[in-house]
Structures are given as structure tokens and as C-alpha cells.
């Protein structure tokens, strides 16, 4: 897991930079949520994989994160993923030792990041 400072910094500068291409590359997406004390809508870069019918985030600062509090309080959030946006709900986070829910292209990089939360969320048909 990425530490604080990291997040930081992400949050303020490559977030910026990403956001725009993370809606439409493989394996990348941007969380639309709301925030729970503002009210204001952000838009957080993440990576997403399809799996069983769900969509899986790697929950790169851990489950503790803002925005990841922000989805599970309201109950679902929107998704941009490869042009296309999505209503979510039923979010639910789980850890996976194992990182059987993402790609194993994507399993090396996640494991020495130290990644083994993932936010699960399930499609509500709309979008």
C-alpha cells in the first residue's frame, strides 16, 4: 500500500495528469462519487478489472481511503471505463491474498505495491 505523502502528492499533481486518459485505457477507470460531508462531486483515477459480472478497484491507498468511503456511504458511485460510464452499487471491499480478481499482468506490480484490498461493485443495468 502507498503511503500518505504518495497519495498526496498523486491526489494534487498525477491525478491530474491521468484523469483525462484513465477513462479510456484498459485496465484503468475514474470513480465518480459524491463526498460525504461536502456534498461536491470528484472524479479519482483507479484501477478497474472486469470480473464475474463486477468491476474490481485495487485499492492502491488501502480501503480507508476518502474516496472509498465516500462510494460505500452512498451506496454505489458512477464509473468511466474505456468511453463507456456506469452505474454502480453494492459496493463491497474485500482482501485478496491471493490477487485472483485481477490480471495476472497486473498481479506483480500490485503485490510489491503491497495491494490486497479491493472495492468489488456490481452494475445496476443504467448507463
Known sequence: MLGRQVARFNRRVTNHVTRPLAGRLPGFGVVIHTGRRSGREYRTPVNVFADDGRYVVALTYGSGSEWVR?????????????GHRLRLGAPEVVRDET?????????????????????????????
Not at 485481477?102 to 443495468?125: E, M
Open 70 to 82: 465516500n462510494v460505500l456511504a452512498s451506496g454505489g458511485c458512477e464509473l468511466v471505463t474505456r
Open 99 to 127: 490477487l485472483g480478481k485481477v490480471p495476472p499482468i497486473v498481479r506483480l506490480p500490485l503485490r510489491v505495491l503491497h495491494v490486497r484490498d479491493f472495492l468489488l461493485l456490481r452494475s445496476d443495468g443504467t448507463g
